[in-house]
């Protein structure tokens, strides 16, 4: 009996799969694996929004939510929001999501027509692209300029990048891979050019908090009227150690208030109640468990950065953000091959450079969100690959 091809659109056939998936397939929880290739923390969740998220569950959360999210969380976002960065907000910019991720998936469905294109501050995460291209939108890489495993963005080169079709681009510092960090002069530049030419910024400002050297990074939303086109997207993934909770929010002018209800309705109908409660506490009581984790992290990239830097097959500058060691290997022109021998021979696991465009490609990112010991060991076990 012949079997039905699976006849879905070819914009959805032809997404490519995730790189990283690729080389964490069938290897996650493999017995001896050090997994440093997701961008998450091996913290669990603070306990704190634990406890919040189960008595929520035993008082009955369990029903749907309104479409922009429960009141108690929209209003800690607020005060959070208010808190960091020391400006007024009003309630009705707030759109609680379910994940970072579906956060930007509801602002390209929101933005971007087939045939519109946007231009993306790369490498990035391919997430970020794809969702572009799910809408029938052109990607246009904007490439960071690397000099000693230092990332910079050259301004011109991505104003140069627009033309009469671009709907909006895409910034997200600190930026995964490269934890690149978009500078108060680069951000008052592009906020002042985009304005200029009414084009959208999307900002996923996700590690906005895991900054080493200050409170936060700059972001858009320190400077923008309510009005301009701009969606700050944000996410309790990394900051509250929350990735398997699938929780974010979105700012955005007032007037998208009820279209990003709209999309919440038609996408998932609006985030998991309880799950929201767990968020109301981690925003709430949250601030002293980011600067522990910041402080950990810290520890943790000094610990990396001491390896990679004594490698001498490796060029990399350490980050001033985000928890990723992006770095170049001489003499490494496959870097999915690579990480896949590395996975195999030495039980670690990377994510490929080119995961994240063509850009990445003759780098790996590390995660080093893990505990020292594991990155230790990890370092020992790459050494004979990254130092000959
Ligand atoms: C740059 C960036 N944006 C957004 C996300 C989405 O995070 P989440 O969907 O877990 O909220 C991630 C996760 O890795 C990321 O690296």
Redesign the pocket.
């Known amino acids: 009996m012949s079997r039905m091809p699976a006849q879905v659109r070819d914009l959805i056939r032809d997404l490519p799969d995730s790189k990283i998936r690729e080389v964490s397939m069938n290897s996650i929880g493999k017995e001896g694996m050090i997994a440093l290739w997701f961008?998450?923390s091996d913290e669990e969740t603070p306990s704190f929004v634990r406890e919040a998220a189960k008595a929520a569950i035993d008082a009955g959360e369990t029903f749907y939510a309104p479409n922009s999210g429960i009141e108690p969380l929209r209003v800690e976002i607020k005060a959070y929001m208010e808190r960091v960065y020391r400006r007024d907000f009003d309630l009705n910019r707030f759109t609680v999501t379910a994940?970072?991720?579906?956060?930007?998936m509801l602002s390209f469905q929101a933005l971007v027509d087939p045939g519109d294109n946007v231009l993306v501050v790369s490498p990035?995460?391919p997430?970020?692209s794809e969702t572009i291209r799910i809408m029938g939108g052109e990607i246009r890489p904007v490439g960071l300029d690397e000099t000693d495993g230092a990332w910079s963005l050259d301004l011109q080169k991505l104003f140069d990048a627009a033309d009469g079709r671009t709907r909006a681009i895409f910034v997200?510092s600190p930026?995964?891979p490269t934890g690149w960090m978009m500078s108060e002069d680069q951000r008052d530049a592009i906020m002042a050019w985009a304005r200029e030419k009414g084009i959208w910024i999307i900002a996923?400002d996700?590690?906005a908090r895991l900054v080493y050297d200050r409170h936060h990074a700059p972001a858009f939303i320190e400077i923008a009227e309510p009005e301009d086109r701009l969606i700050s997207?944000n996410?309790?993934?990394?900051s509250w150690s929350m990735?398997g909770w699938?929780?974010?929010w979105i700012t955005a002018p007032p007037a998208l208030e009820t279209q990003l209800g709209k999309l919440n309705e038609y996408n998932i109908a609006g985030p998991t109640t309880f799950v929201q409660h767990g968020g109301v506490a981690a925003l709430r009581d949250g601030d002293p468990y980011i600067d522990g984790l910041v402080e950990r992290l810290r520890r943790r990239r000094d610990l990396v950065t001491q390896s990679l830097s004594r490698f001498s097959r490796v060029r990399y500058t350490q980050p001033d953000a985000a928890f990723y060691a992006f770095f170049a290997v001489e003499g490494m022109d496959d870097s999915l091959k690579f990480a896949l021998k590395l996975r195999d021979e030495a039980g670690v696991g990377i994510a490929p450079g080119i995961a994240f465009g063509p850009q990445g490609e003759g780098y790996l990112r590390l995660c080093f969100a893990s505990s020292e010991q594991a990155l230790s060991e990890a370092m020992e076990r790459l050494r004979p690959y990254l130092d000959k």
């Open positions: 961008g998450e994940s970072g991720m579906n956060a930007i990035v995460w997430n970020c997200n930026g995964n996923d996700v590690y997207i996410s309790f993934s990394k990735t699938r929780l974010g």
